[in-house]
């Protein structure tokens, strides 16, 4: 679907609902539904990404307009929405209905107030126990401990499907992920380019019976960590780097201490291995503490570009 807005600009806000679908005909209606009840105003778009059940016929039948992704993954998906719809103000939620939209307009609240750029619902604050496998509770926590250490934030829930955005947000912040880790990467790109989110605790429910979870606990959760490595080493390249020089810088000094005694004691070094092993510890944790003073540096250089590139961004279209 092209990005063309009407001639005619309305004086309420566009709100758009995407919903990334595969093979959800058992629960896309009633998503639907009670987005069309909580949200009368705004338009939902269906994406279809390979659907081979009747999801794509039952949102066209209830007025939902249908885009087909045919790159799988979510990641793939969320880009593809990012780039192809066009409006004021986003909802993302998943078609599996476990999200309530009674809760939608609480989520759209705090952006109408121009202070917050991307609300996301929390869940873990309320839920059932079929709703979450305690591996994947276990996995959210863990990816939310680390996040939360690496940017010096404090939220609640890295993973959720169900958020809101400003236009600004959709228009500035780039997917690169390719699958379920891309709730992760939107969390961690807002936290590093100094958009504000507010969470909203809402309810999660389980899946309705015949509607089965597209998530592998193992594969997914091994992308998201490898998601947030491949992140904090572009973002945080100095704690990133200056980690693994600690690390090689303490191996270094704990296996050299014993070739210093020895040769201090007769004047010969007597473990020659284990010297050269020491050495190169000590030369891979000082090469690596440069490359993160390096990429810090650059990486804080380009930050100060976007953040003139985003401020020339807002300039412009206030000025239209």
């Keep these: 679907m092209p990005k063309q807005k009407s001639a005619q600009a309305s004086s309420l806000p566009e709100i758009a609902v995407l919903i990334p679908c595969l093979n959800e005909e ?18 939902i778009y269906v994406f279809d990404n390979n659907c081979t059940d009747q999801t794509p016929e039952i949102a066209r039948k209830l007025g939902a307009t249908v885009i087909q ?23 993302m939620v998943d078609g599996d209905d476990t999200y309530s939209a009674e809760h939608a307009q609480q989520l759209l609240d705090p952006l109408f107030t121009g202070e917050v750029d991307m609300t ?8 059932t126990d079929e709703s979450f496998r305690p591996l994947h509770v276990f996995g959210n926590n863990l990816v939310r401990t680390l996040v939360n250490w690496i940017f010096h934030s404090d939220l609640n829930d890295i993973m959720s499907g169900y958020r809101g955005f400003t236009r600004e947000y959709v228009e500035t912040i780039p997917v690169l992920s390719s699958g379920f880790e891309v709730e992760t990467e939107l969390t961690i790109r807002s936290l590093d380019y100094g958009f504000v989110i507010q969470e909203i605790p809402t309810p999660y429910q389980e899946r309705p019976e015949g509607s089965f979870s597209k998530l592998h606990t193992f ?102």
């Design 69 to 91: 992704e045919v790159h799988p993954g979510k990641g793939r998906v969320i880009a593809s929405m990012f780039k192809k719809v066009v409006a004021d103000y986003y909802i």
């Design 120 to 127: 996301v619902a929390t869940r873990l604050s309320e839920y």
């Design 219 to 320: 594969r997914d959760g091994y992308r998201v960590l490898s998601q947030i490595v491949t992140i904090a080493k572009a973002y945080k390249p100095f704690t990133f780097f200056g980690l693994i020089g600690l690390f090689f810088g303490i191996i270094g000094l704990g296996t050299g201490i014993e070739v210093i005694i020895d040769f201090l004691a007769d004047r010969y070094v007597n473990k020659v291995p284990t010297a050269i092993f020491s050495t190169a510890c000590i030369l891979l944790s000082f090469g690596s503490l440069g490359i993160g003073i390096i990429l810090n540096t650059l990486s804080y250089r380009f930050r100060e570009l976007a953040k003139i590139i985003q401020k020339t961004t807002q300039l412009s279209q206030r000025q239209k």
């Design 26 to 43: 058992i629960t896309i209606g009633k998503v639907i539904q009670d987005f069309q009840q909580y949200l009368p105003e705004a338009k």
